[in-house]
């Protein structure tokens, strides 16, 4: 996804594009209102990450404007104001969801998804062989039979069936689909992986591979690469 | 609640007055006594007199010259007249040119002889007992000269006497009586007087702790000074709350920025290694940094909220709505771990309350039942009527209070002892009380069948 941040900070901006990235997302910052202006009018982004107190100007204010040039690209603002009087003013104002600084980046995916699904972006189907996976319905389908998935199922397998091949460790499944403070058993991805493999069992096009001493992969069974 | 510092109290002013009021009734009184006493004594001893005066004179009409001599003929009627009044003795002398003619000859003449047109009284001793005596003087032509006569007519006092004891036990009466009725008159009066500023107190003292605004009470003239210095501290507290609620606005700000920074880069460094000591290491950063801020949250939140009960902004609001609201912003976060919410919410619950200060409360109470939720179970939320009340009823299947008691779970800083893993600083429960509090409400605590914690929250239904 190509994100927009909007952010004063320098070190906070470095550190949120460094982090973003790690998802394999594009991040553009921009420091102040006047170079978010810049940016949005000569590209296109997927999200805007907008927060509300800049130095050259009030985040609502420029939210305003791009409501009013008719421009939706959903905006999801970062606050460090705690008062429930303040955040029910920014939905008002045009944004489409809020998070609190400091930022759980689990959290930010779960509402980035909530918002995009919301705009019709969800729409993520991934297929593979006889396997479709809809992210935005949670379903599996192989051929006509269709079973629906748990969010953490399909986020296991839907990372790993983004990049067929590639093999996970269990720390990096666990950090794409657990956030940072939950607290789930050493096992938990083995557990899941099991269902996932439940789950697509029937298909003859994927498999999930167990890697002795590394992790796991998805890999294709029919001859497409 | 801050008690009020005792007080040096002064006199109440309605009491001075009265008391005033009433010595001046006493004096007042005392004095109307006097006044009917000596009146009626003076209407009592000139009666007398005039009796006295009419029976010398009746004697005197009865003084004649026989034989060239002064002799009197004592008509009966003269003496008979004192005895109608009362049983007094009553003495009489004829003076005829100096020597007693008839009657009690040591009854003592007046020290200077009256003049023939007047008659004199006066009051002597005779035979040991006080007496009363009216004298006039004649001259009586005999043989061609004219004899100077007198005559004496005295009566004891004993009747008079009880005429003025009757006299003085009624002006005494008079004035009780009129020393009551004043009393009386001015206890009303004063009250009367002292109503407007009755008014004004309770109004004041019925305010609720929110209400900031001036006096609406018309203030009479003497209290318009103290009303006007009322209205102006009013102004100024409610400058103060509004600014203090700009400043903690601010430190949210700059508290969060830098625990910010932190964060991310320990979510970066944890998501990069494969380590366990240092992923465990990143994930106690990240605890501990969460803990800060929601440390800070709660306590602006806590803060926030108390200043806000002196001051809060009642609506008119569908509770239903707003727990909806509530409940939406926390789906991404429940999902996250596949906690669903199963919502029943009637339309249309009406409670007056402060929006702001009601959202707080209810999003304290999702996030815990969100927090506290393992991972692919139910929260239940329902909205209800019941007896006159709006029930928000939140229901999880975590782990439950832990054994304590709702009660000290309510208090600050006081965590349940089964949730040291999970990131809180124990001051959601006291800012949900402080809210219901505010609103008149109820929130109850209760472990959950099977499993979990049901929170109740009530609030009177608009």
């Known amino acids: 996804m190509r994100f927009l941040l909007i952010e004063d900070n320098i070190e906070l901006a470095q550190s949120v ?55 939706e690209t959903p905006v999801i603002v970062l606050t460090a104001r705690s008062a429930v009087a303040d955040r029910v003013s920014l939905l008002d104002a045009g944004a489409d969801d809020y998070i609190t600084k400091p930022v759980d980046f689990a959290e930010l995916g779960a509402r980035c998804r909530a918002v995009l699904r919301r705009h019709g972006h969800g729409a993520d189907v991934l297929t593979l062989g006889d396997l479709v996976v809809d992210t935005e319905c949670a379903t599996v389908s192989i051929g006509s039979c269709q079973t629906t998935l748990r969010n953490r199922e399909l986020r296991v397998l839907h990372v790993l069936a983004r990049s067929p091949g590639r093999v996970y460790s269990k720390s990096q499944l666990h950090d794409r689909v657990f956030g940072v403070l939950e607290s789930v058993s050493d096992n938990a991805i083995e557990v899941y992986v099991g269902r996932v493999r439940k789950a697509i069992a029937a298909s003859a096009s994927v498999r999930i591979e167990t890697v002795r001493g590394v992790g796991y992969r998805l890999i294709r069974l029919d001859s497409a690469a | 609640m801050s008690t009020v510092p005792a007080r040096l109290k002064a006199p109440s002013v309605a009491r001075r007055l009265l008391i005033a009021l009433m010595a001046i009734a006493a004096l007042l009184s005392g004095l109307l006594y006097v006044a009917v006493r000596a009146s009626s004594n003076e209407v009592a001893e000139s009666t007398h007199d005039g009796l006295l005066a009419a029976s010398a004179e009746a004697i005197a009409e009865g003084l004649q010259a026989d034989d060239g001599a002064l002799v009197v003929d004592i008509p009966y009627g003269a003496l ?114 002292f109503a407007p500023l009755r008014r004004v107190a309770g109004s004041v003292e019925r305010r609720g702790p929110a209400d900031l605004r001036p006096l609406r009470e018309p203030l009479p003239r003497e209290l318009e000074p103290l009303g006007n210095a009322l209205d102006r501290f009013m102004a100024r507290l409610d400058a103060t709350l509004e600014r203090t609620e700009t400043l903690i606005a601010e430190a949210a700000h700059h508290v969060r920025t830098p625990l910010a920074i932190v964060r991310t880069r320990a979510e970066t460094a944890m998501r990069r290694s494969e380590d366990p000591e240092m992923r465990r290491t990143m994930r106690e950063l990240v605890r501990a940094v969460d803990a800060s801020a929601r440390s800070a949250d709660q306590l602006l939140e806590h803060a926030m909220v108390g200043h806000r009960s002196e001051r809060m902004a009642l609506e008119r609001l569908d509770i239903g709505r707003l727990t909806d609201e509530v409940v939406e912003r926390f789906r991404p976060l429940a999902e996250m771990r596949d906690v669903e919410f199963d919502c029943r919410i009637e339309r249309g619950l009406d409670v007056t309350g402060d929006r702001v200060q009601l959202e707080t409360a209810l999003r304290n109470l999702i996030d815990n039942a969100v927090k506290y939720s393992p991972a692919e179970t139910r929260i239940d939320v329902t909205t209800t009527r019941r007896a006159g009340d709006a029930v928000v009823h939140i229901r999880d299947r975590g782990r439950g209070l832990g054994g304590e008691s709702p009660l000290d779970l309510s208090q600050r800083y006081i965590r349940g002892s089964n949730v040291d893993d999970v990131v809180g600083s124990g001051l959601g429960l006291a800012i949900v009380e402080q809210v219901v509090n505010a609103h008149d409400g109820q929130v109850v605590l209760s472990p959950a069948e099977d499993r979990g914690t049901s929170v109740e929250l009530s609030l009177p239904a608009a």
């Open chain 1, 17 to 71: 594009v460094e982090r973003l990235s790690l998802d394999g997302h594009v991040v553009e910052h921009a420091a102040d209102l006047a170079a978010a202006d810049a940016f949005l009018m000569s590209e296109q982004f997927d999200l805007l990450l907008l927060d509300i107190q800049l130095p050259d100007g009030d985040g609502r204010h420029f939210l305003a404007r791009q409501r009013r040039a008719s421009i």
């Open chain 2, 80 to 193: 008979a007249m004192l005895g109608a009044v009362s049983d007094d003795s009553v003495f009489y002398r004829v003076i005829a040119d100096g020597d007693t003619l008839t009657g009690y000859a040591e009854l003592l003449p007046p020290e200077q002889a009256p003049n023939p047109a007047e008659t004199v009284f006066y009051s002597s001793v005779h035979q040991g007992q006080p007496v009363r005596v009216a004298a006039l003087s004649r001259r009586v032509a005999i043989d061609g000269r004219t004899v100077p006569a007198e005559v004496l007519v005295a009566q004891t006092r004993y009747g008079q006497e009880a005429i003025v004891s009757a006299a003085a036990r009624r002006a005494a009466l008079i004035g009780i009586g009129a020393f009551a009725l004043a009393g009386v008159l001015c206890a009303y009066a004063v009250r009367r007087a």
